[in-house]
């Protein structure tokens, strides 16, 4: 079972930046594909990125341009790299892993971490 801890968030101004990292831990990494989402106050959860285990990437398109998904298998470690934020950008932050790049895509998940808060505001 994987254990996964979410770091890097904070309060930022508009047009910040930020990275986030996601830590894993009890399994090998490698073997996991691994998503970011994200929850606003009154909104569901949605799909920010994913990167599969080849590295191929998908963005929502609120995100493209401005964030970037990476992986580094050695460090067991997951990024999110957040420029030119926007207060629309304000959230909790989650990710998580599956072995299958779609179960991430779709966010079919029956269990999530503490997340990590992103603030943008001036």
């Known amino acids: 079972q994987v254990q996964l801890v979410e770091s890097g968030g904070g309060l930022v101004q508009p047009g910040g930046s930020l990275r986030l990292s996601c830590t894993a831990s009890?399994?090998?990494?490698?073997?996991?594909?691994m998503g970011w989402y994200r929850q606003a106050p009154g909104k569901q959860r949605e799909l920010v990125a994913a990167?599969?285990?080849?590295?191929?990437?998908n963005y929502a398109d609120f995100v493209k341009g401005r964030f970037t998904i990476s992986r580094d298998n050695a460090k067991n470690t997951g990024y999110l790299q957040m420029n030119s934020l926007q207060p629309e950008d304000t959230a909790v932050y989650y990710c998580?892993?599956?072995?299958?790049?779609?179960?991430?895509?779709?966010?079919?998940?029956?269990?999530w971490g503490q997340g990590t808060q992103v603030t943008v505001s001036s």
């Open positions: 990167i599969s285990r080849g590295g191929t990437t």
């Open positions: 998580n892993v599956d072995r299958r790049y779609d179960t991430v895509v779709a966010a079919r998940f029956g269990s």
């Open positions: 009890g399994s090998i990494f490698s073997i996991y594909a």
